[in-house]
């Protein structure tokens, strides 16, 4: 797996970010880094679960509410 910021892909208004677009590296050279990543990204998503499952349940109740 290639994990690397192409210069097209980011946004005009960021293109003046040198460390940004220069950041390039190859994920399978670096193994402890892959498996950071990844714990990091599933403790994000599941987060994001988290987060979603409250709107909705709040959502829910809301509509419940006779005070409305």
């Known amino acids: 797996m290639?994990?690397?910021?192409?210069?097209?892909?980011?946004?005009?208004?960021?293109?003046?970010?040198?460390?940004?677009?220069?950041?390039?590296?190859h994920l399978r050279d670096y193994p402890r880094l892959k498996d950071e990543l990844k714990a990091l990204s599933s403790i994000?998503?599941?987060k994001l679960k988290r987060i979603s499952n409250f709107i909705e349940n709040e959502g829910k109740n809301w509509e419940k509410c006779s005070f409305r």
């Not at 994990?3 to 677009?21: C, D, G, V, Y």
Request: charged residues 20%; hydrophobic residues 40%; aromatic residues 8%.
């Open 2 to 25: 290639n994990a690397k910021i192409r210069e097209a892909s980011i946004p005009s208004n960021l293109r003046s970010m040198k460390p940004l677009i220069s950041f390039s590296t």
């Open 44 to 46: 994000f998503i599941d």
